[in-house]
T-cell receptor, first 112, second 114 residues
Framework: QKEVEQNSGPLSVPEGAIASLNCTYS??????FFWYRQYSGKSPELIMFIYSNGDKEDGRFTAQLNKASQYVSLLIRDSQPSDSATYLC????????????FGTGTRLLVSP | EAGVAQSPRYKIIEKRQSVAFWCNPI?????LYWYQQILGQGPKLLIQFQNNGVVDDSQLPKDRFSAERLKGVDSTLKIQPAKLEDSAVYLCASSSRGPASPLHFGNGTRLTVT
């Protein structure tokens, strides 16, 4: 079992729709969770992080965390073609210091 | 705030040759990471430094890869000798202390081994 699992996609949604990206992790001791966006040929850039159960909203993005189910998700409302990218889920397995483990990413395609 | 600086951006070498990459983290960031990202995969941690000490190098192929972070600031990653499967993007990242501190990535070095 991989430490962090994501569906590689592509996930195709029409412009204006909600895109739902999912991630599961294996280590119950994981403390914090990050979503990064990576455009083709570019480096990952942080979208948001979450460390408490429940929802965290930032603009069009909502991260959801369920530690009991070991599940993290990212919702993108009003999806735009510019949101087309690979979304990487990262899980921090460290305690005193960060130890980020990344999933393989989900490719999102938003069609006009 | 200046970002994470990496060089070179691209490198093409033949197998069995050696190569070195350089990284300068964001000023004040104690933690520095080297990740390897093969096309179509997520970044894989090679080595993590806290100041100038190694905290995790469990996935570093130590027979051919080496890394150092002198004086707790910039870092170099070396591959000697390179293999075809080392073709990847090598990402350097840095972060400040704390379990929720985000990683800031450099632009990466795209290595092609022929």
């Amino acid at each position: 079992q991989k430490e962090v699992e994501q569906n590689s996609g592509p996930l195709s949604v029409p412009e204006g729709a909600i895109a739902s990206l999912n991630c599961t992790y294996s280590d119950r001791g994981s403390q914090s969770f990050f979503w990064y966006r990576q455009y083709s040929g570019k480096s990952p850039e942080l979208i948001m992080f979450i460390y408490s159960n429940g929802d965290k909203e930032d603009g069009r993005f909502t991260a959801q965390l369920n530690k009991a189910s070991q599940y993290v998700s990212l919702l993108i409302r009003d999806s735009q073609p510019s949101d087309s990218a690979t979304y990487l889920c990262a899980v921090n397995r460290g305690s005193g210091f960060q130890k980020l483990v990344f999933g393989t990413g989900t490719r999102l395609l938003v069609s006009p | 705030e200046a970002g994470v600086a990496q060089s070179p951006r691209y490198k093409i070498i033949e197998k069995r040759q050696s190569v070195a990459f350089w990284c300068n983290p964001i000023s004040g960031h104690a933690t520095l990471y080297w990740y390897q990202q093969i096309l179509g995969q997520g970044p894989k941690l090679l080595i993590q430094f806290q100041n100038n000490g190694v905290v995790d190098d469990s996935q570093l192929p130590k027979d051919r890869f080496s890394a150092e972070r002198l004086k707790g600031v910039d870092s170099t990653l070396k591959i000697q000798p390179a293999k075809l499967e080392d073709s990847a993007v090598y990402l350097c990242a840095s972060s400040s202390r704390g379990p929720a501190s985000p990683l800031h990535f450099g632009n990466g070095t795209r290595l092609t081994v022929t």
